[in-house]
């Protein structure tokens, strides 16, 4: 089985945004770049990728949280309240690197005050070989994909509970069924991974809930360099 490995370089992009000399927002972006002597063009493709997407997430969303941020300051000057500044964090985490196959996932953390910030995940697998973006699909054979996804996953909720480690909300079977979203997956060595969103089907200490389904799963296709 041929297996090719990607190099993985971090780029970072920071910021401190400022309102009437005071700090409001800052932000740090991490993101990926890679390299290979294989799949040289198509990597190239996925490296503008992500830099055009951080590009626009700086003059999108930060802009937008930067307007928020005023409008918030302000406020508290009127209410004689504290400002906390805003913050935003992206990290990423490359899962799968092997077999043709490019697996990560970005987490994206605001904090815009209150108790806590929010954190989002954002994911993206790449089929090297047909340069294209992988779909869930392509690694599960069942003829109905989101009853075997739910299926799977419900097993292994009900197997935590079973343990003592119930940490959903009472109607996980519904929320389940209702937040899963087909494009929420990543893949590891261990197998696909699903994840969901926080306050989908737990609580927000309990983070964002993830899934594993082995390879060795029937109805599981493992990645691989096979044409």
């Given at each position: 089985?041929?297996?090719?490995?990607i190099q993985v370089e971090e780029v970072e992009?920071?910021?401190?945004l400022y309102y009437k000399d005071n700090?409001?927002?800052n932000y740090t972006i991490r993101y990926p770049q890679f390299t290979s002597n294989k799949f040289r063009l198509f990597i190239q493709e996925?490296?503008?990728y992500y830099r055009i997407r951080v590009l626009l997430f700086e003059n999108d969303q930060i802009q937008e949280l930067y307007n928020l941020a005023k409008e918030q300051y302000e406020?508290?000057?009127k209410n004689d309240f504290p400002f906390h500044p805003y913050?935003?964090?992206?990290e990423f985490s490359v899962t799968y690197n092997q077999n043709c196959f490019l697996s990560l996932y970005s987490d994206t953390y605001e904090y815009t005050g209150g108790a806590h910030g929010n954190t989002t995940r954002e994911s993206d697998t790449w089929d090297l070989r047909h340069r294209r973006k992988a779909k869930i699909s392509d690694f599960i054979s069942a003829k109905d994909l989101r009853e075997f996804l739910i299926r799977n996953?419900?097993?292994?909720i009900e197997e935590e509970i079973r343990s003592g480690n119930n940490v959903y909300f009472e109607d996980y079977k519904n929320l389940v069924e209702e937040n899963l979203n087909i494009d929420n997956f990543y893949l590891s060595n261990e197998g696909l991974v699903i994840y969901f969103g926080l306050y989908e089907i737990?609580?927000?200490v309990s983070g964002i809930r993830t899934f594993t389904i082995p390879y060795t799963t029937e109805g599981v296709i493992p990645p691989c360099c096979a044409e």
């Open positions: 089985m041929l297996s090719y490995e992009v920071k910021g401190i700090v409001i927002l996925i490296n503008e406020d508290s000057l913050e935003v964090v992206t996953i419900l097993k292994q737990a609580p927000y």
